[in-house]
């Protein structure tokens, strides 16, 4: 995906010189630009115009219907009005009452955070980026599940770490071939792990791995980076405390993106004090501090409505996970398996090893259903026999037609 | 500035093994974190300890009295009102709209625009951040006014960019020292300049020189970055072109911080297609999109009261101008000179050689002044007699007691 700064041909004398002078700045962007090729939104569009009603398995998202519009806009209006004296540069770190809202949120994930080890971030991506900033080197290792979040990836890229994908399965990392891997490779600083209802497959890190992962970073002195947007969204099952709840050392991501909406980028880090400050000051030459009169909206909606909200919403989703459960077992062939999330967005689809899902896309979406390939989660893109199905924006009915489309589409492909 | 990592002592058995083990994961932390030393608000908060009621001349803010709380509250309401469907993710470059209205914004700049080149930033702290990431390999050269915005440098200096200062003198950077160090620093990658009221120094560049610092850019085959969050401010005089008026491939700065309210942190870049592209693109990786609500609030503020709000806030900020060039008149020692800006927030103090006005701040705090000291915004930090002093949120007769304030502390200065 090797950046391609070739600029197309203008008539206007103008963008003529532009096109002339721009061709030349762009051969002076620095390296770590290589990585930015076309995006798969570009891809995704197309799948669009195929069919005149797709059913779209593809959102990381809530859904829209469920965001409490109306009480978010309540909360505003309270910001707004405390806003007086708020409106200049300040709170870096993030508005104070709301940081001891996020201390008591994570409180029943297992969690003992203090608000000044807090930093309110633009959704957990820039808490991401931010802990790059503060570890990595050109070179440095990171290890990571295969398969893992694509935005993460891009982010360690963009630092240009060496992605070194460690082996998974229904129960997230293998911790020996984390071990091996920390042994081969004297360059790792950094392990990242989405362990609670992982993006892309939905599994779960089982308590043991989680203490076996902690200790091998701290024998090895790596920083493990623990991304976290899906645990307050369980359905089933009692919470696996977070590793961040097992060693104070973990650096901890946190959004309100899932419980609340993507739109308002609102996450925070939580991590110990020598790195909470170095992420600190890192934000600051990023781009100072959050929208202010959003942390106080988020602030309000955290004190007021947003545990009954996610309360509510949690019902909502489990009955699609289970909807998308059932319709996998009644309409894909017996030779296709898939994960059992017990919370979160996500379920993963393995095909026999000969079919590939990327080319499979086009007919998916000729038959009227839209997936994310699966190897767009592989760092390497070296496996393409799967595919990451979500159920979060998709009403029953529709989840159940969408399988049952993806189903006519498996069975009428070459050696289904 | 180096980092210091150190913890403190403490006695509980928790944070003590954190202590431990932080103080390994902080042993690999990346080497551009050396930059981050105390912050010169520590310095700051003790002036302020010092006098019952200090004049505070340091801000670099809008008055917070005149940002329109009320109006912007009822664009905020239209915005959540504007809001089903725009909570997801989204809008990397910006919600279309308000990229057309900045584009009408500029445009009695004298910029020719297109809402397909802009990208909305989280102030244009992040439009600096992401410019650097398009272009900054370690080692590389910033060529810049010397003295210059202090938040850029940071901002450089965390890309590990050799800074590199040019002189500048009543009319902003000197062009014939510009092209000496064009020649000197094959390395340049960027030239950074605040050509319209600059920061900290009030001067504004004129045309001649700026057209030919747009040829010294096109020869030398290097970046213009304009910052340029002042224009808007002008209170005497006619608009002098930006240089991205003069040459489209400069990479302009613009925000919303002065003109509404910099705790919204709404800015913009406009750049070149292909730049543009990887500003995009970096911005991705970075934290995705601005807050979507409050894009809509900037839209609808900007197509409803914005224009009428800057020319009221005008008045203010001329009075305030010419009620701090009128007490320096009266209450300074000869021996100093200071700047006669024509618009944005700051005077600049130029004082003996010999009296070193960091030094002199404890003194200043103590007799009810604050000020910033000159030599935070020489990037090699090699001048100490120089002042800057902000009169944007000062009320007009707290301005005249505080340089009286000010002329007392100089007078009492050894040898002034």
Same mark, same amino acid.
């Given at each position: ?139 440095? /290792?990171? #290890?990571?599940? %295969?398969?893992?979040? =694509? $935005? ?5 890229? &963009?630092?240009?770490? *060496? ?80 590793? /961040?709840? #097992?060693?104070? %050392?973990?650096?901890? =991501? $946190? ?5 609340? &909406?993507?739109?308002? *980028? ?80 996500? /379920? ?15 007919? &998916? ?52």
């Amino acid at each position: 995906m090797a950046t391609n700064v070739t600029e197309t041909t203008n008539t206007n004398q103008d963008r003529t010189e532009e096109t002339t002078a721009m061709a030349s700045l762009t051969t002076c962007v620095a390296g770590r630009n290589v990585i930015h090729g076309p995006s798969i939104w570009t891809d995704l569009l197309e799948l669009f115009k195929r069919h005149p009603d797709p059913v779209y398995f593809g959102d990381g998202s809530p859904d829209k219907d469920l965001i409490p519009l109306e009480r978010l806009k309540e909360a505003s209006i309270r910001a707004w009005d405390d806003a007086p004296g708020c409106l200049g540069y300040g709170e870096q770190q993030g508005f104070a009452p709301l940081r001891d809202l996020i201390v008591e949120r994570m409180r029943p994930l297992g969690i003992e955070g203090s608000a000044d080890r807090i930093l309110v971030t633009s959704g957990s991506t820039q808490g991401l980026d931010l802990a790059c900033r503060v570890f990595l080197e050109p070179g440095d /290792v990171v #290890l990571l599940e %295969n398969p893992t979040f =694509l $935005g993460a990836t891009e982010i360690f890229r &963009a630092y240009e770490a *060496r992605l070194v994908p460690v082996d998974t399965d229904a129960d997230g990392m293998v911790m020996d071939a984390l071990e091996a891997a920390l042994i081969a490779e004297p360059r790792t600083k950094m392990i990242y792990t989405i362990p609670t209802f992982q993006n892309p497959t939905g599994s779960t890190m089982p308590l043991e791995r989680r203490q076996r992962l902690v200790e091998l970073a701290r024998q090895h002195n790596v920083a493990v980076l623990e991304d976290d947007p899906y645990s307050e969204l369980r359905y089933d099952g009692d919470v696996v405390a977070p590793l /961040v709840a #097992l060693d104070h %050392n973990v650096i901890y =991501l $946190g959004t309100f993106s899932k419980t609340i &909406a993507p739109g308002i *980028r609102c996450g925070w880090t939580l991590a110990p004090a020598g790195i909470h400050r170095l992420l600190v000051a890192n934000r600051e030459v990023s781009d100072i501090s959050n929208d202010r009169i959003m942390m106080r909206t988020v602030y309000h909606a955290a004190e007021g409505f947003l545990t009954d909200h996610v309360a509510g919403s949690l019902d909502v989703y489990r009955s699609r996970r289970d909807a998308m459960l059932g319709a996998l077992g009644e309409y894909l062939p017996e030779t296709v398996t898939w994960s059992h999330p017990d919370g979160g967005f996500f /379920v993963w689809i393995t095909l026999p090893e000969h079919i590939n899902a990327t080319d499979l896309a086009n007919q &998916a979406a000729d038959n009227g259903v839209i997936y994310f390939p699966g190897h767009w989660f592989y760092p390497n893109a070296d496996e393409f026999n799967s595919i990451r199905l979500s159920y979060s924006t998709v009403p029953e009915d529709r989840i159940v037609e969408g399988i049952r489309r993806l189903g006519e589409t498996l069975r009428s492909a070459p050696g289904a």
